[in-house]
């Protein structure tokens, strides 16, 4: 009895030493943990690019805009309208003089025209500046058929004296895309032609990013000349695909480790509530022999404390980290376009390549955004027009090799006549210059063969049209109260060959005027 009565303390001051689960004392807590949950972990292509810039210059005043033809970019026509803008957004618009602040600057724009910003859906300017040397073209990592991975930003070069003169065109947004050697070439980026030192400051902030593609001669000439795949258009399609299924199997393998991390953070939760409840039970039981006097209770405590003794509880810990998959830079890129995250631009001339670029995306699952260059578009204006796809290309440059020569002059007017989304792209550090000629071209050509439609229509081309293809509808490529003040004042009709840019506002911060050029951006040509 007295062995009895003292050994239940003889017990404890043993565990003291090397057993804590024999210590008398307060209750412990017990923290409920879980493990950290996967679903708040996302893949890393759909994390937003959020180091994107919103505009730092500033709009000094309010700009009202009186007496000008207005063509909004949708077609619609103001013949004697008002603009205003301010804080670098439309704020009203319509017939008559309008009204503004008596701070605005008042500008009387009678016989002039106003149009939205011209938008470029393919440009290669900052990435192959001028003068053209070997030294800074970037815009072709002609090392590999598919190189998904490259982005176009990390190689503009906001200095190009490009820049400026497609500002002067009356040209305020446009697509940078990787060139065209591979099938898969890279990343592009949506630049707002504002003046800033670095591409980044340039980015259209909230722009989607656009993924190149390529089909036809270029690729495989580029690799079959040097005895790679692809060399023919077979090998193109095969590494297309091929792409796809890696980015394909990358979401999978994504798709899984949520999964399963969602299992262990649901297996460890549990094991630790078990682990909770017999830590408290055992603590209660501790807490009730303190009490006790009698013989028999005091026996019972003991025959606890040794089966304790036996069944040391251990206290479950976090499991390992699982790694998610590894990076690839390239499968990301793709995984994104079959999200929807990043928009596809292929670089098509003939209509069998598109054709079997559709049958190609239709099997993964994706939706083109626009054919670049489409010169065979025509052919399949119908089906292009009911899938909703942009066919960006020229107004009649053609025959340079030979998938382009069955282009022909018609074929924006035609493909506009279907019902489709035509754009005039320039692909030209020269042709971007014009684009408002380029679009008044493709008019003239499809009026000239009889094909009914309207002239207002054509502006939509440099404007609407490519802001769609870009996924930038919302905020440019037309005249509407809420939408950046991107904004051409011209001499006239801007599908007149007399016509040109006197004045360029971009975010309503005045960047172009004819008769004050100012100093330019590019280090080759500062003003003294």
Not at 126 to 155: C, F, I, K, M
Not at 408 to 427: K, Y
Not at 475 to 502: C, F, N, Q
Request: hydrophobic share 40%; aromatic share 6%.
């Amino acid at each position: 009895m007295l062995l009895a009565r003292f050994s239940l303390p003889l017990l404890l001051s043993a565990a003291a030493c090397g057993a804590p689960t024999a210590q008398l004392g307060p209750p412990p807590k017990v923290t409920p943990r879980t493990l950290p949950h996967a679903a708040a972990r996302q893949p890393p292509w759909l994390a937003d690019e959020t180091d994107a810039a919103e505009p730092t210059a500033r709009q000094p005043q309010a700009v009202l805009v009186r007496g000008a033809r207005l063509l909004l970019g949708d077609g619609r026509v103001i013949e004697r309208g008002f603009l205003l803008f301010a804080d670098g957004k439309i704020k009203s618009l319509g017939s008559g003089d309008g009204s503004a602040p008596a701070s605005a600057r008042v500008l009387d724009a009678r016989g002039k025209v106003v149009t939205p910003g011209l938008i470029d859906t393919h440009s290669h300017i900052g990435v192959y500046p001028v003068p053209q040397a070997l030294a800074h073209q970037d815009g072709n990592e002609a090392t590999s058929p598919v190189t998904a991975g490259v982005r176009a930003l990390d190689a503009f070069w906001a200095q190009d004296p490009a820049i400026e003169r497609a500002v002067a065109g009356g040209v305020t947004t446009l697509q940078v895309l990787p060139g065209s050697a591979n099938l898969v070439g890279g990343r592009a980026v949506t630049i707002k032609l504002r003046r800033a030192t670095t591409g980044n400051d340039m980015r259209f902030a909230g722009a989607p990013a656009g993924l190149k593609m390529a089909c036809g001669e270029n690729p495989k000439r580029v690799y079959g000349e040097r005895k790679q795949t692809p060399s023919t258009r077979m090998g193109n399609l095969a590494a297309q695909r091929e792409a796809f299924l890696a980015a394909a199997k990358l979401r999978e393998a994504w798709r899984t480790w949520r999964d399963n991390d969602t299992r262990r953070s649901d297996e460890f939760g549990k094991k630790r509530a078990e682990y909770a409840a017999k830590r408290q039970e055992r603590s209660a039981r501790r807490s009730w022999c303190r009490t006790q006097t009698e013989a028999k209770k005091r026996r019972q405590c003991e025959a606890w404390e040794r089966d304790w003794a036996k069944d040391e509880l251990e206290e479950p810990q976090i499991p390992p980290e699982v790694l998610p998959p590894d990076r690839d830079l390239g499968a990301e890129t793709i995984a994104a376009v079959l999200d929807g995250k990043i928009l596809l631009h292929i670089h098509c001339y003939r209509a069998d390549d598109m054709t079997r670029m559709l049958a190609l995306t239709d099997e993964m699952g994706v939706k083109v955004r626009s054919f670049h260059h489409a010169l065979e578009a025509y052919k399949i204006r119908g089906e292009l027009a009911r899938r909703n796809i942009a066919v960006s290309t020229w107004a009649d440059w053609w025959g340079f090799k030979l998938e382009a020569y069955d282009g022909i002059p018609e074929n924006i007017a035609l493909v506009a006549s279907a019902g489709g989304r035509p754009v005039v792209h320039s692909d030209s550090a020269e042709g971007i210059q014009r684009l408002n000629q380029e679009a008044a071209k493709a008019l003239y050509s499809g009026i000239h063969s009889g094909i009914a439609i309207d002239p207002s229509r054509a502006i939509t081309w440099v404007t609407q049209n490519p802001a769609w293809a870009l996924g930038i509808e919302d905020r440019v490529g037309t005249l509407a109260a809420g939408k950046d003040a991107d904004v051409v004042i011209w001499s006239g009709d801007p599908l007149s060959v007399y016509a040109r840019a006197e004045l360029v506002f971009i975010d309503g911060v005045l960047r172009f005027d004819s008769k004050s050029p100012g100093p330019h951006s590019s280090d080759y040509e500062a003003a003294p």
